[in-house]
């Protein structure tokens, strides 16, 4: 699926289509059916852009970055993870957590590509967009 990604003066972009299974709750009545334990096949997308490529002509191996994901989330309960100890993982805490994510491993890239939006789609009909309001140079 392709999705809008902001406009920008990188010379490279690179989208990042990956999926993982977890559980997770939202601990509050308002919730509704969400408060209990449940499960989804969470999609990501992320769009990672750079000026500069790497020696082996990459801006960011996309090996990588699904290793990154599937390691910190796939078949996991998501509450369980100390990033969550202080929001539930909602769809929107999951985007910007995995935005931070990504962009704590770029920033160790000689290159320094950044990550301008992270897209995670927890249902066939709902999804949410994380876009910072300003990128690292």
């Known amino acids: 699926m392709m999705y809008q990604t902001p406009s920008h003066d ?3 972009e690179l989208n990042k289509d990956l999926n993982f299974s977890a559980a ?8 509704g ?4 334990i449940h499960g989804h096949t ?21 090996s990588d970055i ?7 989330f796939d078949h996991t309960l998501l509450n369980d993870h100390t990033r969550f100890s202080d929001i539930p993982p909602t769809s929107e805490t999951m985007a910007k ?6 962009e704590e491993y770029l920033d160790r890239l000689d290159n ?3 990550c301008l939006q992270v897209v995670l789609r927890e249902t066939p009909t709902s999804y949410v967009v994380y876009r ?4 690292r140079k």
């Open 10 to 12: 990188f010379e490279y």
């Open 24 to 31: 997770h709750h939202i601990p509050d009545a308002r919730a």
């Open 33 to 36: 059916k969400c408060a209990k």
């Open 42 to 62: 969470y999609f990501v997308n992320m769009t990672i852009a750079g000026d500069t490529l790497d020696d082996l002509g990459f801006l960011v191996n996309f």
């Open 66 to 72: 699904k290793k990154l994901i599937d390691e910190a």
């Open 97 to 102: 957590t995995i935005y931070d994510m990504v």
């Open 112 to 114: 320094r590509p950044v």
């Open 132 to 135: 910072p309001k300003e990128y």
